[in-house]
C-alpha cells in the first residue's frame, strides 16, 4: 500500500488496515491533497472564470484538478473508466475493462470557490459493479479529509465519523432543497418542523457534514449527478446515515443522466419523517 505522509494520511492507513481498498483509498487521498494544493494556490486569485450555465461557473482550477486526478488514476489503473464533471466520460485505456469506473468532481461549490466563499472540496469515488467501493471528500480550507470505503468505516482526519442522534426533529439543523409541483409548500412545512435551515453551496460537503452529525440532514431534489454524491454518499452511508433518492429509492444508479440525480440522508431515526414530509 501506498505510505502517505502529512495531512489525510491516518486515513490512508486506518483505513488501509481496515478495506480490501487501500491501496485505492490512500491514491484517492493523495490526489485529493494535491487538488487541494491547487485550489488553495489560486484561491481568490483566479485567472479565468467561464460561464457553464445559467447559474454555474467553471474556472482554470476546475480543469486543473480533473487533469491531475485523471492522469494519475490512468497511469496507475489504465483499465479502469473515469468520469468527471469537467471532461464527462473517459474509457478504460486498455483493451479490456475493470468493471470499475473512478468518479470524480475536482471543485465542488465552483461558485463558492469563484466569489471567494470558502465552502468547496474535492471529490473522489471509485465504484466497481456499479456501486460506490471507496470515497473522499477532501476540504483544503478546513484540511479535512472524509473517508470511506464499502468495508470499512468512515473516518475524518483518521478518527471514526458517526451520524447524529438528535432525537427531536425540532433540534435539526438541515439543508432541504427541492423543488417541482407541491414541494414548496411540503418543504415549508417540514422547515417548521426543525430547528434550523442551511443551504452552503456544495453537496459532496454538506453530505459529508452528514456524516460527522454537523448536519443532521440533506436533502436534494432533481440537479445533482453522480460525482456530487458518489463519495459522499458512501461516506455518509458507512457512518450510519441512511441515503435514499428523494423517493426513497436507491440513492445511487449509474444509468441516470447527468442533473437527475436526488438523494435524501439522514439518521436512520429521522429519514422515513423526512422523507415523508418530501415525498
Known amino acids: 500500500m501506498t505510505v502517505l505522509s502529512g495531512p489525510g494520511s491516518d486515513d490512508g492507513r486506518r483505513l488501509g488496515r481496515s478495506t480490501s481498498f487501500g491501496v485505492e483509498l490512500a491514491l484517492a487521498i493523495e490526489l485529493a491533497h494535491k487538488a487541494g494544493q491547487i485550489q488553495m494556490d489560486r484561491y481568490e486569485h483566479l485567472e479565468r472564470i467561464e460561464a457553464k450555465g445559467p447559474r454555474d461557473v467553471v474556472t482554470e482550477v476546475d480543469h486543473l484538478c480533473e487533469a491531475l486526478v485523471m492522469n494519475a488514476v490512468r497511469e496507475r489503473y489504465p483499465d479502469d473508466a473515469f468520469y468527471a464533471e469537467e471532461i464527462g466520460e473517459v474509457a478504460a485505456s486498455g483493451e479490456t475493462k475493470s468493471g470499475r469506473v473512478w468518479i470524480v468532481d475536482p ?61 427531536l426533529l425540532e433540534d435539526l439543523v438541515v439543508t432541504i432543497a427541492v423543488g417541482g409541483r407541491g414541494t414548496v409548500r411540503k418543504r415549508r412545512e417540514a422547515l417548521k418542523a426543525i430547528r434550523a435551515h442551511r443551504s452552503m453551496g456544495s453537496a459532496a460537503l454538506t453530505l459529508s457534514y452528514v456524516a460527522c452529525g454537523r448536519f443532521d440532514v440533506y436533502a436534494q431534489g432533481a440537479g445533482l449527478s453522480a460525482w456530487d454524491v458518489a463519495a459522499a454518499g458512501l461516506i455518509a452511508e458507512r457512518a450510519g446515515a441512511t441515503v435514499t433518492s428523494l423517493d426513497g429509492g436507491p440513492w445511487f444508479d449509474l444509468s441516470r443522466p447527468a442533473k437527475k440525480w436526488s438523494c435524501l440522508a439522514a439518521a436512520p431515526s429521522h429519514h422515513a419523517a423526512i422523507l415523508e414530509m418530501l415525498k
Open 107 to 167: 471543485l465542488d461549490g465552483t461558485v463558492n470557490y469563484a466569489n471567494g466563499i470558502p465552502f468547496f472540496c474535492i471529490s473522489i469515488a471509485l465504484v466497481a459493479d456499479g456501486k460506490p467501493v471507496a470515497g473522499v471528500v477532501y476540504d483544503p480550507t478546513r484540511d479535512e479529509t472524509f473517508a470511506g470505503a464499502i468495508d470499512g468505516p468512515s473516518l475524518r482526519n483518521g478518527e471514526p465519523i458517526r451520524v447524529g442522534e438528535k432525537e
